[in-house]
């Protein structure tokens, strides 16, 4: 059975970049039609996607985020991961890594990891 | 426009029957997936391409899309049931668009 396991600080101050792993368990991500996401969910808050990679490196961005986002995989570790630059208060938020299936006109989330709370504090 | 619209809160009795709904015009192209949210956990597929339910989503879950509309049904509505309801579409581009969510209580 897949398993996804978010991994990063917890915390960080305004303006520090935040990075964040995910491990996928249980497969492989170095595999076609799937693709490997990151959704973040403030407090009290609905769900927001922020980017998707391919198991080639090609990437999808939240055009909101895009200025301050970057996603990456590395298939030799079975991981992929996130870079968010200038955070401010208002990146708070639970963060979800995900994997994405589907084809043609329907995508969808199949599997989530349990998510990690980060807190953007002085 | 891409959004998704979906109403804030539904209440059921325990046994009955719900119907969540979805708009956007983006559903007239895409299919919508949905997710069920419990406090404090990550969100799960019950729902998607239209009408299809993963692995150990229980049967009185089912989908339905009508035009711009994508709709949730839980018939015979069970306690486990209550939480947050998200729909969602990924467009040709890559991107991944959520409604705000329905809070469904099971009274």
């Known amino acids: 059975q897949l398993h996804l396991q978010e991994s990063g600080p917890g915390r960080v101050k305004p303006s520090e970049t935040l990075s964040l792993t995910c491990s996928v368990s249980g497969g492989s991500i170095n595999i076609m039609n799937y693709y490997w996401v990151w959704i973040r969910q403030s407090p009290g808050k609905g769900l927001e996607w922020i980017a998707s990679v391919y198991y080639s490196g090609s990437a999808y961005y939240n055009s909101s985020l895009k200025s301050r986002v970057t996603i990456s995989i590395d298939t030799s570790k079975n991981q992929f991961s996130l870079n968010l630059m200038s955070m401010t208060a208002a990146d708070t938020a639970i963060y979800y890594c995900?994997?994405?299936w589907g084809e043609g006109t329907g995508w969808f989330l199949d599997t989530w990891g349990h998510g990690l709370l980060i807190t953007v504090s002085s | 426009s891409s959004e998704l619209t979906q109403g804030p809160a539904v209440s059921v009795a325990l046994g009955q029957t719900v119907r969540i709904t979805c708009q956007g015009d983006?559903?007239?192209?895409?299919?919508a997936s949905w997710y069920q949210q419990k406090p404090g956990q990550a969100p799960v597929l019950v729902m998607y391409?239209?009408?299809s339910r993963p692995s150990g989503i229980p049967d009185r879950f089912s989908g339905a899309t009508s035009g711009n509309t994508a709709s949730l049904t839980i018939t015979g509505a069970q306690a486990e049931d209550e939480g947050d309801y998200y729909c969602?579409?990924?467009?040709?581009?890559?991107?991944?668009?959520f409604g705000s969510g329905t809070m469904v209580a099971v009274l």
């Open positions: 969602n579409y990924r467009d040709s581009f890559g991107n991944h668009v």
């Open positions: 391409s239209r009408n």
């Open positions: 983006s559903l007239r192209t895409y299919f």
């Open positions: 995900a994997r994405e």
